[in-house]
T-cell receptor, first 114, second 112 residues
């Protein structure tokens, strides 16, 4: 099975712009989670989607949003970018449902805001 | 909100030696997972513990879940250079809406 894919892998944006990141989960996985990873804050949970519904949300401002499509692919959007949004954005998929499933991470999108 | 703390933040280990990294949660966990992230890579799932007091082994790695399900540990014996990376614990708590909360990680550096 192909792993989790994320596009683009690298992105440079300027303050005030918006960005959309994409994640394709492992085939058959219905849950997609997004995380922000920075050297100072570690891995911070953004949100989790399951069957097109947001199931959980982390403590991020409303500038961060996401969605999931019927084929389980997911996108996250960050509007009005700030310098502090520079980070590695990781997407993880799991089979979903109610079990304590492990997360399969993608390679991440490295976002740099200048 | 739920907090998961890991200590130490950094671990310098001589090749061949043992070490332990600890994970502590502010709330009772329903389960805990451990991940390893190599430099420049992404987190890779290692193991999951669900039961109180559970102990699992993977070759030189031993994982333990505390009796109160609020702490966990990872013990590595005879450290090798391939053990280099950052080890994260991540826990789910019903009290926190079952979000997977990651600890800050323990970055392991191995001296040959």
């Amino acid at each position: 099975k192909a792993g989790v894919t994320q596009t683009p892998r690298y992105l440079i944006k300027t303050r005030g712009q918006q960005v959309t990141l994409s994640c394709s989960p492992i085939s058959g996985h219905r849950s997609v989670s997004w995380y922000q990873q920075t050297p100072g804050q570690g891995l911070q949970f953004l949100f989790e989607y399951f069957s097109e519904t947001q199931r959980n949300k982390g403590n991020f401002p409303g500038r961060f949003s996401g969605r999931q499509f019927s084929n389980s692919r997911s996108e996250m959007n960050v509007s009005t970018l700030e310098l502090g949004d520079s980070a590695l954005y990781l997407c993880a998929s799991s089979p979903g449902g109610t079990g304590p499933y492990e997360q399969y991470f993608g390679p991440g999108t490295r976002l740099t805001v200048t | 909100g739920q907090q998961v703390m890991q200590i130490p933040q950094y671990q310098h280990v001589q090749e061949g030696e043992d070490f332990t990294t600890y994970c502590n949660s502010s709330t009772t966990l329903s389960n805990i997972q451990w991940y390893k992230q190599r430099p420049g890579g992404h987190p890779v799932f290692l193991i999951q513990l669900v039961k109180s007091g559970e102990v699992k082994k993977q070759k030189r790695l031993t994982f333990q879940f505390g009796e109160a399900k609020k702490n966990s540990s990872l013990h590595i014996t005879a450290t090798q250079t391939t053990d280099v990376g950052t080890y994260f614990c991540a826990g789910r708590a019903q009290a926190a809406g079952n979000k997977l909360t990651f600890g800050g990680g323990t970055r392991v550096l191995v001296k040959p």
